[in-house]
């Protein structure tokens, strides 16, 4: 029996469950495995530990013993005057040397410390401090007392270099017997502590171990280069002999030692000497051997996991084939029925007529579209033929279509069917006949309402028709080429301007039939797809001959025309006839360099005539001068007379030089020295120009300078040009005592905006433009006061080279204001 989707669900959960407990377990027993085999590694370590201690401590207390027992043999052979028998005891003291490798030296010394007798035959004579040494054992006992720097007995005396040698004193008191000398001599061996650090080393076979040997009181005498203490200190505070030497004489622990890091330590004290050996491994590199075989336990582990994950995922696998052929059968199941209800559906909402009849083409099935049909249920129309549905005139073909012939394809007609609105709709009709072998059983088919698209084409027609009448009616030669480069269509225009009829036109290809003026027309103005691909629009202006023969200027737009599936369908052309608009815009262009040359030859001639007139009015004006100075006293009349030509020669010499100004703004004559500066200090030097004529007509300038730099980039003589100007005419009209304004700042635009402002007649509205222009004076000032009418448009020529602009405007209570913008720039520019 197939299990349900939950039964299958809750199995395969309990297979995942039981793979992780058994990945779990043996994770669990690799590592407790790998656990036991730690702790198994760590006793073998801590075993050798002891055991090595035991091996070293025998080895230094024998080297000891044996260095005694050569002391005592040779106080045994030794006379009662050990001062006579020097050389004696010298050879006898270098066969002890000799005998024993662990000493370096071996000596007899009297009371004083004075060495008697040496292995070593260069410190005879020479005094030991032997009492430093430590306590001195009573007489026929050795003692080993504390460790001395030095190599030798006499380097003791001396202060150390740093060289790190040392020896460790073996001392033996011996009295002399009777009939001697009767003073007590001491027999002193120096044992070498490298020798016994030299047999620890070479015992110590695995890395991370030390050995060390310590005095019973806490000085170190020997120990292995791994040690990081140096011989001859006192390590009294360590835990060896803090806490263990004085509870028993060996012993070991797991925990600091002498090496950094955890360590495995091992003591034991000498037999007979007060020695105390100390061995230690470093607990890491006891436990390399377990690491390396951790490999292995991993190894395994990671093969059990495997297995385990390779069973679960089999049993998972074939849980999930079997939950996979159960969907697939529900799912099945739920299709074929899903697929019953959704056809059930789509029969019932589908638009179309669907039916099937007998082999005489009585209804059999009927959709519920039918109902448009009929007034009751579709199920009425069941056993009636479709023909007599149909309207009277079509019943004959749609009878063809039921008919038994051998034709098995699809069958087609269009009929017309009575509506219950009381309409009639178009359907085109498709009908299959349904054959059980040779035998035709009936028939299924499906009608179309095609009422809609009929009048949707019968609309389209007629918006055809509309847009051809258009293109036939329009002015504008127009015509159209298919993608194969053949005309399509011309219109009536386009016949009127090549005399071209569309009859001899229309599909062929596209040759020269407007050649251009000059020129035959290149193969790609005429070919449609070349010039105009992957644009919207070509236009271009070209010359063509019409038909009579004449030139005309046309411009010429092609137009891609987009086809029903997405491609380019042709190329659309249009004609457009611009002749007369050419000559008016020639005729425009020829008046234009006219009046250009106009005034090129008006600004020539006031140029050569202002410098023919400077010359004689300088002579007049000078000798007007000179008969005003002369005449001054001798003759008063003839000198007002010289005055008088005077002041007309000087104005007239004003008119010269403003017409002059105006030749060179107008001509490439003048030239400009731009420069960028601060026009604050333009500006005040030409207010300080008018000092004296301020002074004549008593009237004041109010100056208000702006705090920061106005930095432009002008011309500056030109620049002081317009401002003394300007200033002049305020002057000029101000009424005597009154006060002009001359005010400086910058805008929020940037620009540096001079303002000249005085309390004269002020200038009517309609003129505040037209006083710009040469020759042209305000109505308001034209009182015989003086000036040319060119001033201001000086002013204004060269503010337009300097890109500034000049304006006037009224004040409020009287006067007038002229204000001067230039463009600014960066204050740090200047100079």
Partial sequence: MPLSIAQSRRLVRSTCLAGVLLALAALLGVLLMAWRTRADAIDAAADRTRLLARVLEDQATRTVDAAALGLTTLADGMGSSPAREVERLDLMLRQLVAAQPSLRAAAVLDSQGRILASSTPRDVGQRVAINGWGPIPAAGTTALLRSQPGRGLTDANVQLRGDGLSFLPLVLPWIPPLGGEGAPLYLVAAINPDAIANYQQSTLEEHGQAAA????????????????????????????????????????????????????????????????????????????????????????????????????????????????????????????????????????????????????????????????????????????????????????????????????????????????????????????????????????????????????????QHQLDLVALLLELSPQPTSMVDREGCYVTVNRAWEQFTGRSRAEVIGQPVSTPMPEAEAEPSSSDWVPFEPVRGRSLLRYETQLRDREGDCRDVVVSKVVVPGDRGQAAGVLFTLTDVSEFRRAERATLEAKEAAEESSRVKSEFIANISHELRTPLQSIIGYSELGMTRGAESAPRLASMFSDIHSSGRRMLSLVNDLLDVSKLESAVGTFDLERCDLRLHVASVVREFDPLLASRRLRISVSQATAPLVARVDPLRFQQVIRNILANAIRFSPEGGIVGVQTESTASGEALITVMDRGPGIPPSELECIFDAFIQSSATKDGSGGTGLGLAICRKILAVLGGRVSARNREGGGSAFEVALPMGAPEDVG
């Fill in 213 to 460: 040997l310590f005095s019973y009181g806490g000085q170190l005498l020997a120990a292995t280069t791994t040690v990081p203490l140096t011989p001859g200190s006192w390590q009294k505070d360590h835990r060896l002999f803090r806490t263990a030497l004085p509870a028993q004489d060996h012993g070991e622990w797991r925990g600091p030692g002498l090496q950094p890091g955890a360590q495995l330590f091992a003591y034991r004290v000498s037999r007979t000497r007060p020695l105390v050996v100390a061995v230690e491994q470093s607990e890491h590199a006891a436990l390399a051997t377990w690491r390396r075989s951790l490999w292995w336990d991993a190894a395994a582990l990671l093969i059990l996991e495997v297995l385990v994950c390779a069973a679960t995922t089999a049993t998972l696998r074939a849980l999930e084939a079997r939950a996979r052929a159960r969907r697939v059968l529900d799912d099945a199941h739920q299709r074929l029925a899903s697929s019953e209800r959704e056809m059930s559906v789509v029969l019932r909402s589908v638009q179309e007529l669907i039916f099937r009849t007998d082999a005489q083409g009585r209804l059999s099935f009927v959709n519920a579209r039918w109902a448009l049909l009929t007034d009751g249920s579709p199920d009425q129309l069941l056993g009636k033929q479709v023909a007599e549905l149909a309207a009277h005139g079509d019943r004959a073909s749609v009878g063809l279509l039921f008919a038994p012939d051998e034709d098995g394809s699809v069958r087609t007609s269009e009929a017309t069917f009575a509506t219950t609105q009381g309409g009639a709709r178009r359907f085109a009709l498709a009908v299959v006949p349904l054959r059980a072998g040779d035998e035709v059983r009936g028939f299924a088919g499906s009608a179309v309402d095609i009422t809609d698209r009929r009048a949707a084409e019968s609309r389209l």
